[in-house]
């Protein structure tokens, strides 16, 4: 079977600029959008044109310097926005233009207190007229994870018919189950009229942790492109984090899905994200983390030691991490002090490693992490010679 191909849309710069203190200014932005595009992202969402002047600037920019990636900027569905999207993305090699309305029940009767008709007029209105702009048109149908399935069907064909290039169903409050979403996604597959002239795209948001599941269940159901996010960082709990659907992808080549992701460049993209947005990664987040290849127990650290994939799926290089990591701490053992030790330049022999891993345990009881300084300290305090 050939492997089919999943487009990687970011938004890390719309979606997850709305982060509460993370806004970026426009030299920020561009040197992400820079990074993103070397990643091998299909798509950058630059960002929302009509919501800032400083918006539609970063959009203008961003859209003058991108070689590869198709360049979106996002809408509501309302002519002005459409337009000035349309304006911002005017010098994209590859513009697309990202218009859509809210389509659950709650979002009809209290956001646009409408009905079923209008909202389906308003969709296929701003779709069509966007269509007049760019070849390439994008319909959210925003909070979809909680739209009956029939009207999103319904919904879904005739923006098809007015042109959408891509379906994007978002799970907007983050409430669905994989399954539910997967089910959803393949409902779309069999029921949307001309469904091949588009592509289904996951939008899925963290709010129950799911975002990741989420998104996997949506392609493995027939959707061919993620919107995600660098370190999965977007409103409240964030959304789907581009490096784990991307290595979910690879690391289970069943499942016949690839991207064009370069993965060396995940680990420096998530920091250059981090430290540009202020915003740190939690040590055990997935992938970029910084425990996500530490080892730190004695079991573990000496089976990595004998081969690394007995407690690693990923090798770390492949995602831009240099090496993995022995950290030293008193539940380490002899297999992971000598490992140590040998780095920085002692060869130690059984006798001398039995006597200085007893002071290893005195030095680690009063620290949570024994560094290349104390090491030096033990191996002097035992008069062992340094190789190096
Ligand atoms: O979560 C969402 O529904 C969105 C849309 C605006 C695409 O971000
Ligand atoms: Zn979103």
Redesign the pocket.
């Known amino acids: 079977m050939s492997i089919e191909k999943v487009q990687i849309f970011d938004t890390t710069l719309r979606?997850g600029e709305q982060v509460p203190g993370c806004k970026l200014n426009t030299a920020q932005k561009l040197v992400i959008a820079e990074r993103l595009d070397a990643l091998g992202v299909d798509v950058i969402e630059a960002g929302f044109p009509i919501s800032s002047p400083g918006d539609f600037h970063s959009v203008n920019e961003i859209a003058k310097i991108v070689k590869n990636a198709t360049v979106c900027g996002?809408t509501r569905a309302v002519k002005k926005d459409i337009e000035v999207a349309a304006e911002a993305l005017k010098h994209a090699k590859k513009p697309r233009i990202?218009t859509?309305i809210g389509t659950s029940d709650s979002h009809i009767l209290h956001k646009f207190k409408s009905n079923r008709d209008e909202i389906l007029e308003r969709a296929v209105k701003a779709v069509a007229y966007a269509k007049t702009f760019v070849d390439d048109v994008e319909f959210?149908a925003?909070?979809a994870g909680r739209t009956d399935n029939e009207f999103l069907a319904l919904i879904c064909s005739e923006v098809i018919k007015a042109g959408a290039t891509v379906l994007?169903i978002?799970d907007?409050t983050g409430y669905c189950l994989p399954e539910q979403y997967g089910a959803k996604i393949k409902y779309l597959r069999d029921h949307v009229t001309d469904i091949d002239k588009a592509i289904l795209s996951c939008?899925c948001?963290n709010d129950l942790g799911l975002a990741t599941a989420n998104s996997i269940s949506g392609v493995i159901n027939g959707a061919r492109q993620i919107e995600c996010t660098i370190n999965g960082i977007g409103e409240r709990a964030g959304n789907t984090s581009l490096e784990e659907v991307v290595m979910i992808m690879r690391q289970h080549p069943d499942l016949n899905l690839d991207t064009n992701i370069n993965s060396k460049l995940l680990y420096s993209t998530s920091r250059l994200v981090s430290e540009s947005m202020g915003m740190p990664v939690q040590p055990n987040k997935a992938i970029v983390g910084s425990n996500a290849f530490a080892h730190s127990s004695g079991i573990h650290q000496d089976g990595v030691i004998k081969n690394r994939e007995t407690y690693e799926i990923i090798d770390p290089e492949e995602v831009g991490v240099i090496e993995s990591a022995i950290v030293l701490t008193a539940r380490s053992g002899r297999a992971a002090l000598a490992y140590r030790a040998k780095r920085i330049g002692y060869e130690l022999t059984k006798l001398e490693l039995d006597k200085v891993y007893e002071e290893f345990l005195n030095f680690a009881d009063k620290k949570k992490e024994v560094v290349d300084e104390d090491i030096h300290q033990i191996m002097e305090i035992h008069k062992i010679e340094h190789k190096a």
């Open positions: 979606d996002l990202h859509g959210y925003e909070d994007n978002p907007t939008h948001h």
